[in-house]
């Protein structure tokens, strides 16, 4: 089964838990002050450059994020998004650092899009040496606050990070991950 084959049926799983669990929620959404969040799943690296070169990978992936609310419907903040790999000795590192705005289109429900822009890099180590290049980044995506507390969400997400990192090298990582946020 192929990555995308993959991230489909998981994303299609995690449709199947949430929509049950988000119907049956005991706790109203509410969005007011700081937030913060975190998450860890799986993640598709890819990777192309100007010169023909080109990959693909699997792995695991985890985000960082938090910030402030501007209305019910609008939150806004800072995030950080890794995807890590290490194979015969070598670390590779995709990563992410963006400004962020996440929107609710409908305030009671929990259903946010996100977009921002940023900071992408892309590693590589091995012992004691590494090298990385870096440049501008753009995040995009989804997610589903299920509540199970009054200030705390179950929150899967589908992500999209991509990075022009110089020397005509373009990455990009698809992302699906649960997490926690605290409102």
Same mark, same amino acid.
């Given at each position: 089964?192929?990555?995308?084959?993959?991230?489909?049926?998981?994303?299609?799983?995690?449709?199947?838990?949430?929509?049950?669990?988000?119907?049956?929620?005991?706790?109203?959404?509410?969005?007011?002050?700081?937030?913060?969040?975190?998450?860890?799943?799986? #993640?598709?690296?890819?990777?192309?450059?100007?010169? /023909?070169?080109?990959?693909?990978?699997?792995?695991?992936? /985890?985000?960082?994020?938090?910030?402030?609310?501007?209305?019910?419907?609008?939150?806004?903040?800072?995030?950080?998004?890794?995807?890590?790999?290490?194979? *015969? /000795?070598?670390?590779?590192?995709?990563?992410? !650092?963006?400004?962020?705005?996440?929107?609710?289109?409908?305030?009671?429900?929990?259903?946010?899009?996100? %977009? %921002?822009?940023? $900071?992408? *890099?892309?590693? !590589? +180590? =091995?012992?004691? +040496?590494?090298?990385?290049?870096? /440049?501008?980044?753009?995040?995009? #995506?989804?997610? $589903?606050?299920?509540?199970?507390?009054?200030?705390? *969400?179950?929150?899967?997400?589908?992500?999209?990070?991509?990075? *022009?990192?110089?020397? #005509?090298?373009?990455?990009?990582?698809? =992302?699906?991950?649960?997490?926690?946020?605290?409102?």
């Amino acid at each position: 089964m192929g990555h995308l084959s993959r991230c489909l049926a998981l994303l299609a799983g995690l449709c199947l838990v949430v929509a049950p669990v988000a119907a049956a929620q005991s706790h109203p959404q509410t969005r007011q002050g700081f937030w913060i969040g975190f998450g860890f799943g799986y #993640g598709s690296l890819s990777f192309s450059c100007d010169s /023909g070169c080109s990959g693909s990978q699997g792995a695991v992936s /985890g985000y960082l994020k938090m910030g402030g609310t501007l209305s019910p419907k609008l939150l806004i903040g800072g995030e950080t998004n890794a995807w890590v790999k290490s194979e *015969s /000795g070598t670390t590779f590192t995709a990563s992410n !650092a963006s400004a962020a705005v996440y929107f609710y289109p409908s305030p009671a429900s929990g259903l946010f899009l996100r %977009g %921002g822009l940023g $900071y992408a *890099s892309l590693s !590589a +180590s =091995q012992g004691g +040496s590494s090298a990385s290049q870096s /440049g501008f980044g753009a995040v995009f #995506g989804l997610g $589903y606050d299920v509540r199970v507390g009054t200030n705390t *969400s179950i929150t899967p997400v589908a992500n999209f990070n991509w990075g *022009s990192i110089g020397s #005509g090298v373009k990455q990009n990582v698809f =992302q699906l991950a649960v997490g926690v946020t605290f409102h």
